[in-house]
C-alpha cells in the first residue's frame, strides 16, 4: 500500500530536496501535533503567517459566520461585500491619511506585483529599483527585483529596468533618479536573515524619492500585524510610503495579501485601461473575515504591547557562546551561529526534540524565530532551553 509520504514526494511538487515530511494530525495555540499525537512547539508560525496563533476560536468563528452567508461570488472590486469594505475602511483608520486605499490580493508576491504596475501607471517610468539580498515574493516580476542573482539566473530573461542599490548605503541613493518609478524596500529583510534598516537609511530614501518624484514602495509582508510591536513596521519611523505591500500575518493563516495606496494612485487602475489590475479571488470574503477579525482583535488587545517584553524574553534565554548574533525586532528574529553545518544541526535536532525553527533563503548560517504573537512566555523559554540544550551537545 503505497504510504502518505510516498504520495507527497512523487504527487505534490517538491521545492526543496529534503522537506521534514512531518505529516500533521491538527495544530492548536503554539502547538503543532503530528499524526503520532507528538506535539511540536511552534517557533516558525507558517512562515511568520499565524499571527494568532493555530485554530484560534476568534478567526474560526469568523471564517464559520461568514461560511453560512456566502464565500467566492464575483471578481474583485464589482460588488460591494461587507468582509472586503470593512477591512478596507479598519486598515484606513489605521494609517496616513495618503494610505487610504486597499486592493486586496491572495498573497505577498501579488501585492508586490500589483504595487509595481501601480508606480508605472503612476510615474510613467519603468524602472524598479530594489535592494540588494532583498526577497519580495517568486512570481515574474517580483522575481525580477529580487536581489539575489543565484535565485534568479535560471529564469530569466525577466523584467527590464529593474535595478539595485545597497541595502542601509547612504551612498547608493544617488542611484534613484528622476526616471526611476519606484523603490521598493523591506523593513527587516527577509531572506537575508532579518536585517533592520536603518533610520538615517529610511530617512535618506524618503527625501532622494521626493526629490526625483519616485514611489516609495514598502514591503510589509513579513513585518505587517504587530510581528515588530507596530501594527507596521514602519510605523516606529519618522517616514510615509507612498504604497505599502502587506500579506502573511494579516490573514492569521488565511491566504490574503493587499497593496494600499492613496485614492488618488489606487484610481488610476480603474482607467486607461479599465480593469488595470484584475483577480477573481483576491479579496475573497472568508479571507477578509478572519483578516478582519485579527485586526479587530490586533487592535482592542495588549498582544502588541507584550511583543517587545517577548523579545527580551528570547533575547535573554538565547545566551550562549556558540550564538554569534540575534537580528531582527519583536518576534521576527535571526539566531546566527558560526556555521552552515551547526544550523542545520539545531533546526534538525530541534524538531527531533518538539521544536520547530526554518531556514532563510539566503543566509544559510541563521535559523529563524516567528512565534505566534499570542506565544506565551512559557513557551518561549521552553523553546529557548530546547535550542541551548543542542547548541551544548
Known amino acids: 500500500m503505497i504510504s502518505s509520504r510516498e504520495i507527497f514526494k512523487n504527487h505534490q511538487t517538491q521545492t526543496f530536496p529534503n522537506p521534514s515530511c512531518l505529516e500533521i494530525k491538527s495544530a492548536k495555540g503554539s502547538y503543532i501535533i503530528d499524526i503520532n499525537g507528538k506535539k511540536y512547539l511552534d517557533f516558525v508560525a507558517g512562515v511568520s503567517a499565524n499571527t494568532l496563533g493555530h485554530s484560534n476560536n476568534i478567526i474560526n468563528n469568523a471564517i464559520k459566520n461568514q461560511l453560512k452567508k456566502y464565500t467566492h461570488v464575483m471578481v474583485y472590486g464589482e460588488y460591494i461585500q461587507s468582509p472586503q469594505y470593512k477591512l478596507a475602511k479598519l486598515l ?146 519618522n517616514i510615509i510610503p507612498d504604497i505599502i505591500c502587506i500579506a502573511k500575518g494579516m490573514g492569521a493563516g488565511m491566504p490574503i495579501g493587499a497593496f494600499i495606496s492613496s485614492y488618488k494612485l489606487m484610481k488610476l487602475l480603474s482607467t486607461n485601461p479599465p480593469l488595470g489590475h484584475i483577480t477573481t479571488f483576491g479579496g475573497h470574503p472568508v479571507n477578509c473575515a478572519a483578516s478582519l477579525a485579527c485586526l479587530e482583535h490586533l487592535l482592542n488587545s495588549d498582544i502588541m504591547k507584550e511583543v517587545d517584553k517577548k523579545e527580551k524574553i528570547f533575547r535573554e534565554h538565547l545566551n550562549n557562546p556558540k550564538i554569534k548574533e540575534i537580528r531582527g525586532a519583536g518576534l521576527i528574529l535571526s539566531v546566527e551561529l558560526y556555521s552552515e553545518e551547526l544550523t542545520k544541526k539545531v533546526v534538525a535536532k530541534s524538531l527531533e526534540n518538539g521544536l520547530i525553527l526554518f531556514y532563510f533563503l539566503f543566509t544559510k548560517t541563521s535559523f529563524r524565530i516567528t512565534p505566534p504573537l499570542t506565544i506565551s512566555e512559557e513557551e518561549i523559554i521552553k523553546g529557548c532551553e530546547i535550542i541551548k540544550v543542542i547548541l551544548d551537545q
Open 92 to 237: 484606513s483608520e489605521n494609517l496616513p491619511k495618503n494610505l487610504s486605499t486597499t486592493y486586496f490580493v491572495n498573497s505577498g508576491t501579488e501585492a508586490i506585483e500589483g504595487a509595481i504596475k501601480l508606480a508605472k501607471r503612476a510615474t510613467g517610468n519603468s524602472e524598479i529599483i530594489s535592494c540588494e539580498n532583498s526577497y519580495h515574493g517568486s512570481t515574474h516580476g517580483s522575481l525580477s527585483i529580487m536581489g539575489n542573482e543565484n535565485q534568479k539566473s535560471n529564469y530569466r530573461p525577466l523584467l527590464p529596468n529593474c535595478n539595485t542599490i545597497i541595502f542601509n548605503d547612504l551612498k547608493s541613493l544617488e542611484n534613484i533618479t528622476k526616471n526611476t518609478a519606484a523603490v521598493v524596500v523591506e523593513i527587516i529583510q527577509g531572506g537575508s536573515g532579518f536585517i533592520n534598516i536603518k533610520r538615517e537609511f529610511l530617512e535618506g530614501l524618503r527625501k532622494k524619492c521626493d526629490q526625483t518624484k519616485t514611489l516609495l514602495i514598502i514591503d510589509e509582508i513579513q513585518t505587517c500585524f504587530g510581528r515588530t510591536g507596530h501594527l507596521f513596521g514602519f510605523q516606529k519611523y
